[in-house]
T-cell receptor
């Protein structure tokens, strides 16, 4: 069964460093998303991406964040100059239409 | 703006019994989708069931079913014959049809299953 794959599963980084979280969405999906879940809290939408551009972003998704689809398979989230409060689980998701999204297993980001 | 509320932070059920998790939402849209996602300790988000707002029939997936009350903006999840593997965090989520597809999640309900 096709699945969304995220790497790495766990990333530890020092405050102020840049990190890139990687995702391989399901191959025939057209819509891509990043969500964030701070430990013990609900899942929050960050950004959606369609047709090689951002279709919507939340207030959380400020200039510190960027997304890219560098080739036909990968979808990345870059966080510049990480802060302690960026520590969270980051989920990539993809969908083929406006119905259900399929999630990757997540990347746990720890900023120290 | 749309909101999703899960008023039960924790629920507990005896193995083989039935449990219902509550969810309410607020929207001015008439067409949308509702979902229940399961998040086990591994923290992966797993789709349990979905409901299209234009369908009056409640969705069912094996032991999982929903009670969708559109007028009351209520979307509860019923788990029948609960199993130990059902223990997880459950999130209710809303997706507007014309919103570009983002999911809006509730706060979650932690379900424990007692043997």
């Amino acid at each position: 069964e096709p699945e969304v794959t995220q790497t790495p599963s766990h990333q530890v980084t020092q405050m102020g460093q840049e990190v890139i979280l990687r995702c391989v969405p399901i191959s025939n999906h057209l819509y891509f998303y990043w969500y964030r879940q701070i430990l013990g809290q609900k899942v929050e939408f960050l950004v959606s991406f369609y047709n090689n551009e951002i279709s919507e972003k939340s207030e959380i998704f400020d200039d510190q964040f960027s997304v890219e689809r560098p080739d036909g398979s990968n979808f990345t989230l870059k966080i510049r100059s990480t802060k302690l409060e960026d520590s969270a689980m980051y989920f990539c998701a993809s969908s083929s239409d406006f119905t259900e999204a399929f999630f990757g297993q997540g990347t746990r980001l720890t900023v120290v | 703006a749309q909101t999703v509320t899960q008023s039960q932070p924790e629920m507990s059920v005896q193995e083989a019994e039935t449990v219902t998790l509550s969810c309410t939402y607020d929207t001015s849209e008439s067409d949308y989708y509702l979902f229940w996602y399961k998040q086990p300790p591994s923290r992966q988000m797993i789709l349990v069931i979905r409901q299209e707002a234009y369908k009056q029939q409640n969705a069912t997936e094996n032991r999982f079913s929903v009670n969708f009350q559109k007028a009351a903006k209520s979307f509860s999840l019923k788990i029948s014959d609960s199993q130990l593997g059902d223990a997880a965090m459950y999130f209710c989520a809303y997706k507007g049809r014309n919103q570009g597809g983002k999911l809006i999640f509730g706060q979650g309900t932690e379900l424990s299953v007692k043997p």
